[in-house]
């Protein structure tokens, strides 16, 4: 196996450790010098870098890079790529998330112009007004050249998914999942169709379900990719509201329709720009995202 495929599968090993993130990676290799070296170190050496305690030091020692060598072979079979932090593959957009994650497994292809990206993002149990709203946001973005990111959840997350591939747009989907198991089951087709016009993505294993931390963190990356959240409609504990306080710590333009929904009118009172329920909700959203062109 090529060299090049030892450091990849040394990334995805340590990529795949619960709780080493990308900063505490950072430190490890800025300590020893090498994955190779940040793999041979003992206990003792890993727990003298900052955020490595006992756990993480025995998850480090107890990586086997020639089961995730054999693992990616697979993954890679079923056309998964793995986009490594701070190489031409992986997406600008998060190149300025202080918890980017450093591995990023994805189904389909990532373009340049998904730089101008924007989230959609809602409950699970929409109101008829809100699936006509997210239908025509979605499809105004995408006719205009914007990429539509949300998390395929059932909901709002459908509809503009398939609103954006109806409009002959592009979509990305992050998953709080692995990308080889689309969750909710009943998106798969949906999440077919995407991989051809857009990307799944995910910084789980491939093959993992979802778990209520994995998809609270995907929120982070869902904003991140995006240049502005939009709250299409959501409740007062809307998961979704996640997405919308990442998107403040790391400024992204909130929006929000105006609606009788309590999370839309929780994100208004806390700074989020209107969107009006009608036609003119896409004037609105373009005016300030091409103000900060």
């Known amino acids: 196996m090529p060299a090049e495929n030892d450091t990849l599968a040394q990334w995805v090993a340590l990529g795949l450790i619960p709780s080493l993130g990308g900063r505490t990676i950072a430190r490890l290799l800025e300590r020893f010098g090498s994955l190779d070296a940040v793999l041979s170190a003992s206990a ?15 998850a480090i020692g107890g990586v086997n890079v020639a089961e995730t060598r054999q693992a990616l072979a697979r993954w890679q079979a079923d056309g998964v790529r793995v986009l490594l932090w701070h190489t031409p593959a992986y997406p600008s957009a998060l190149d300025d998330l202080p918890d980017a994650p450093p591995v990023l497994f994805c189904r389909g292809t990532l373009q340049e112009d998904d730089r101008r990206a924007v989230a959609l993002v809602g409950t699970r149990q929409p109101t008829a007004q809100g699936r006509r709203i997210a239908e025509t946001l979605a499809a105004s973005c995408a006719a205009r050249g914007w990429t539509v990111v949300s998390g395929l959840a059932n909901g709002i997350d459908t509809i503009a998914h398939r609103a954006a591939l109806e409009a002959g747009g592009r979509t990305l989907a992050v998953l709080g999942s692995g990308v080889c198991a689309v969750y909710p089951p009943g998106n798969r087709a949906l999440a077919g169709r995407l991989i051809e016009r857009g990307a799944l993505l995910s910084e789980t294993h491939p093959q993992a379900s979802p778990s209520a931390p994995t998809l609270v963190a995907r929120n982070r990356l869902i904003s991140g990719l995006s240049r502005a959240v939009i709250v299409v409609e959501a ?43 009608d036609g003119a909700a896409f004037e609105a959203l373009e005016q300030v995202l091409g103000e900060e062109e």
């Open 235 to 277: 409740g007062a504990d809307s998961g979704c509201l996640h997405a919308v306080r990442f998107a403040r710590v790391q400024g992204r333009a909130v929006f929000a329709v105006i609606s009788g929904a309590r999370g839309n009118a929780h994100a208004l009172a806390e700074g989020a720009h209107p969107l009006p329920a």
């Open 44 to 58: 003792e050496e890993l727990q003298q870098v900052p955020g490595i305690g006992p756990k993480l030091a025995a």
